[in-house]
């Protein structure tokens, strides 16, 4: 959409000022992103530039028996877990919070979504005496709760905002035609709700494999999951495994957008 012909010189100023100015914007978030896809072709041993050589080694690498690839695979354990617990709960607190009117209800929502808004470290220091004392510590289990926790936040949000437009008379409808509540909510509720369910379950799996303060201080060097290892190799030594293997999570980043933008417009009403 341009300037309308009859726009004066000041709005004709205003108007491309502003679209540069969002334009470097978008350039100065999106270049640091960008420069480290070259760097996973190095040929070197260090994140250097100018690049000594192109190479796919590294991707060979992360990919090789070792721990970048069992790290991979735990976070791909991990993180479908803990996405598929979070959608549970999320969806059934949504749902109830939607529904029923109680005092305290605010209250309730804003415990719920507290992860979002707490500081990780803290999140994570309450999570590691609670887990000590129910023995889930250095476990898979502990570090899929955990996860679940931070991914429930999102789902709840996202299914409540499907929910804002509900009408709750179809459920009244098919319990008055002698429907079970489970079959009302599976056959009535949650077709309706399905884009919100699914848009949250793609924020929890993305919170869960981008996750590193709370694994740091839940799981072992066993459970050790994908963002705890490049942490830990920018600790110890920045190879260019680092930048290819964040070149992919960057390709995974983009998929997700993708699909939640999919949904997005499905559930727009036509």
């Not at 100065?28 to 041993?45: A, C, H, T």
């Not at 309706?192 to 848009?199: A, D, E, N």
């Not at 600790?235 to 960057?250: D, G, W, Y």
């Amino acid at each position: 959409m341009g300037t309308q012909p009859y726009a004066s010189w000041p709005e004709r100023l205003w108007y491309w000022c502003f679209r540069i100015f969002c334009a470097l914007v978008l350039l100065f978030l999106i270049l640091p992103i960008l420069v480290i896809i070259p760097l996973s072709f190095s040929s070197g041993s260090f994140l250097t530039y100018p690049l000594p050589g192109f190479s796919l080694q590294w991707y060979v690498t992360i990919f090789s028996p070792g721990p970048w690839l069992d790290s991979l695979k735990n976070s791909l354990i991990v993180a479908p877990l803990a996405t598929l617990l979070a959608m549970v709960l999320g969806t059934l607190a949504a749902v109830g919070l939607n529904r029923a009117e109680f005092p305290g209800k605010s209250i309730v929502l804003a415990l719920i979504i507290s992860p979002m808004v707490v500081p990780l470290v803290i999140v994570a220091i309450g999570m590691y005496f609670f887990f000590a004392r129910a023995g889930l510590l250095n476990s898979y289990a502990g570090l899929v709760l955990a996860h679940a926790v931070l991914g429930v936040p999102f789902v709840v949000i996202t299914v409540n905002a499907t929910l804002q437009g509900f009408d709750h008379n179809q459920v009244r409808a098919g319990a008055s035609l002698g429907a079970s509540p489970l079959r009302v909510f599976f056959t009535v509720v949650l077709p309706q709700i399905l884009p919100g369910v699914i848009s949250g379950g793609l924020f929890a799996f993305a919170t869960s494999f981008d996750e590193v303060v709370v694994a740091l201080f839940i799981a072992s060097p066993s459970e050790r999951t994908l963002p705890m290892q490049m942490f830990s190799g920018i600790r110890e030594n920045i190879s260019p495994a680092i930048a290819a293997m964040a070149t992919l999570l960057i390709l995974l980043s983009v998929v997700l957008l993708l699909v939640l933008e999919w949904l997005r417009r499905r559930g727009e009403p036509r």
